[in-house]
């Protein structure tokens, strides 16, 4: 039972456009989200995360938003650059664990 | 470079055989966690440690045991292996124990070929 889904498994945008992955989740009881990048022969790295409480986290390019009524949380990469080109998971914690449970992925290319 | 190691970077094995990989944390991290991505998979938690006692347990095959040493290494042992035990495996690292989010850092994972 796939609790976190990355319903789109690729995505290309233009350089200088935004870039909306998404995720969805089926599990009320996730207390933070969190977006990973990785890049090929790398391990993930944290992107950036938001607590269950808030709908909206920003870092930079980077901003996540929250829909919890609709079990739906995205990642907006503005501007996109190519060297956001990677592949792209959105991970969820279930309250009072210590798990993470990971979507599939989405690949993001960045063309020039 | 996180700053998590983990060796080796590659191990091809036969099934049925026993295989350990190994993660070292970045310097302070008390909390280690284990992953496992097969094939256009997401990655699977297996298992975490904090200041090594075993603290979460994912979706871990039986025929596989984890463990962190007093220096905060940890290892990962894969026994009775099987073709679909081929994947890459992440350990990640990070500061809290995990009762608040915290950010993980991931190594560059191990790739295991069972043929």
């Known amino acids: 039972d796939q609790q976190v889904k990355q319903n789109s498994p690729s995505l290309s945008v233009q350089e200088g456009r935004i870039s909306i992955l998404n995720c969805d989740y089926t599990n009320s009881m996730f207390d933070y989200f969190l977006w990973y990048k990785k890049y090929p022969a790398e391990g993930p790295t944290f992107l950036i995360s938001i607590s269950s409480i808030k709908d909206k986290n920003e870092d930079g390019r980077f901003t996540v938003f929250l829909n919890k009524s609709a079990k739906h949380l995205s990642l907006h990469i503005v501007p996109s650059q190519p060297g956001d080109s990677a592949v792209y998971f959105c991970?969820?914690?279930?309250?009072?664990?210590?798990?993470?449970?990971f979507g599939t992925g989405t690949r993001l290319k960045v063309l020039a | 470079d996180s700053g998590v190691t983990q060796t080796p970077k590659h191990l091809i094995t036969a099934t049925g055989q026993r295989v350990t990989l190994r993660c070292s944390p970045r310097s302070g991290d008390l909390s280690v966690y284990w992953y496992q991505q097969s094939l256009d998979q997401g990655l699977q938690f297996l298992i975490h440690?904090?200041?090594?006692?075993?603290?979460a347990k994912g979706n871990i095959l039986e025929r596989f045991s984890a463990q962190q040493f007093p220096d905060l290494h940890s290892e990962l042992n894969l026994s009775s292996l099987e073709l679909g035990d081929s994947a890459l495996y992440f350990c990640?690292?990070?500061?809290?124990?995990?009762?608040?989010?915290?950010?993980?850092?991931f190594g560059p994972g191990t790739r295991l070929t069972v043929l």
């Open positions: 991970a969820a914690r279930p309250s009072g664990t210590y798990k993470y449970i």
């Open positions: 990640a690292s990070s500061v809290a124990s995990g009762g608040q989010v915290d950010t993980q850092y």
């Open positions: 440690y904090y200041n090594g006692e075993e603290r």
